[in-house]
């Protein structure tokens, strides 16, 4: 194994990735589907739910399993669940690379020495997933045939690709290629089923017939794939957690410790200028069980106070049986992980964060300082007063506004003069008013402040007066 490349598969995955956060829905048949409200279609299915396959209409997976328990799928949890393996998985090869969801090729030249020999090194890279997930790992000296290896491997085992690898892919549906369904669907129409079908072409022919992606059709039917593993990088992960003295089973209690570990979060030097997009908060139930709320942020959070305020707007948020996301029992402990971590600049944030930490503050003419007034919204009218006399900026009105290339020229009677400031707000997408709104900070004719915001929903433009 001088030269080798590992496929660590987790088949199902979003039906195992959903039994490793519920796992009292162990032995009932699920089903994962997609939430479009019209034509909803299966994306996994667990083993009790018989003939039900992914690609089924929903209504169809039904008809054939009426018992299942349907589940939404949740991209989010999964690209969070996938990036947990990911970070097991570098603990063991430093060069891994995901593939979708639950398919991870590993680089293992020269890896095998390091654990005692090619079986050490398999059960390394098979004990650092779940054994609950029947993690299954293929070796060979390339991508395709270390996917194909995977496959064959039994749940919780590798398997070594035979020395022969075409011969041993002969039989293989074409199916198994890195091809668009259109491509494989014109080869059966020609009777090119296998991968043996297709390494008995010649190769010029197949790059006639295929176009450019023929000759390294050709080649992995071969077996010869030489594409390299690309090592993804380390996701920036921060993380805090704190125990509670006693298990607390109050909305007030939670509520404290979020905000807690939301500024404990924010201690981290790797956060100055830059905002969380991913939040992930668990914590241990009494007297067992785990409880676990994630959440994307549209507007990356900026601030401790910013994170802690969405971070509870979300599990404030009642469902359609007026119902929040808190846990239904008392909580010993609690967990904060956020990642996603982009930079700020050019964000108006970043200039109220600069005065709070008593960094001077470019002058704007008019205004002497931001005041924080309510600071669960990051809109202005909720958020910030301006000026000497601090007063918030509210009155919102309908205008007209002249654009010349999406730009603001002029707004009702008055011209332009200058853009002193362009902000972007995406946000409080749980209220029944969301807002995505485009800010412009302008000095209009006599040297006037104004502040309008175009509705990037309707288009309209409003100014918000102060």
Not at 65 to 70: G, L, S, Y
Not at 145 to 151: G, K, L, M, S
Not at 219 to 233: E, N, R, S
Request: glycine content about 10%.
């Amino acid at each position: 194994m001088d030269t080798a490349v590992g496929c660590l598969l987790v088949t199902h995955f979003p039906v195992k990735a959903e039994l490793a956060r519920r796992p009292d829905l162990a032995g009932r048949a699920l089903i994962v589907a997609t939430g479009d409200s019209g034509r909803r279609l299966v994306v996994d299915a667990s083993p009790e739910a018989g003939d039900v396959r992914a690609g089924q209409t929903l209504s169809e997976a039904l008809s054939r399993c009426a018992e299942a328990m349907v589940l939404t799928i949740d991209d989010q949890y999964l690209s969070s669940f996938n990036d947990d393996l990911t970070l097991s998985l570098f603990q063991v090869v430093d060069r891994v690379e995901p593939d979708g969801y639950g398919r991870f090729y590993l680089d293992l030249t020269g890896m095998a020495a390091m654990y005692g020999g090619a079986s050490g090194l398999e059960s390394a890279i098979l004990s650092a997933v779940d054994a609950s997930l029947q993690p299954r790992l293929g070796l060979a000296s390339g991508k395709l045939p270390a996917y194909c290896a995977a496959a064959s491997a039994k749940v919780g085992k590798g398997f070594t690709a035979p020395g022969n690898v075409a011969r041993w892919l002969a039989p293989w549906p074409v199916s198994w290629l890195p091809l668009n369904p259109d491509t494989t669907a014109r080869l059966r129409g020609f009777g090119i089923a296998t991968l043996g079908n297709v390494a008995a072409m010649p190769a010029h022919v197949l790059a006639d017939f295929l176009g450019v992606v023929g000759y390294r059709t050709w080649k992995l039917a071969q077996g010869i794939d030489d594409d390299p593993v690309v090592p993804a990088a380390l996701p920036e992960v921060l993380h805090e957690r704190m125990e509670f003295p006693f298990p607390v089973d109050t909305v007030s209690g939670w509520e404290a410790g979020v905000r807690l570990l939301s500024e404990r979060i924010w201690k981290a030097p790797g956060l100055q200028g830059r905002g969380i997009t991913e939040v992930s908060i668990e914590g241990e139930l009494s007297p067992n069980g785990v409880w676990r709320f994630d959440r994307r942020l549209r507007t990356p959070a900026g601030s401790s106070d910013s994170l802690a305020s969405t971070i509870l707007a979300g599990l404030n948020a009642q469902d359609n049986r007026g119902q929040g996301r808190w846990p239904c029992a008392a909580l010993t402990d609690l967990s904060l992980t956020v990642s996603g971590l982009v930079h700020l600049a050019g964000r108006q944030m970043g200039l109220w964060l600069a005065e709070r930490r008593g960094v001077a503050v470019p002058t704007i003419d008019g205004v002497d300082r931001p005041v924080a007034l309510a600071l669960g919204s990051p809109l202005p009218e909720r958020r910030w007063a301006l000026g000497s006399e601090l007063m918030p900026l509210g009155r919102v009105a309908s205008v007209a506004v002249a654009e010349v290339q999406n730009m603001p020229r002029a707004v009702g009677s008055h011209s332009v003069r200058k853009v002193v400031d362009l902000w972007e707000v995406d946000t409080e997408w749980w209220m029944p008013d969301p807002a995505r709104r485009r800010y412009w900070r302008l000095v209009v004719d006599g040297g006037k402040l104004l502040t309008v915001y175009r509705d990037l929903a309707t288009g309209e433009w409003y100014q918000q007066g102060y």
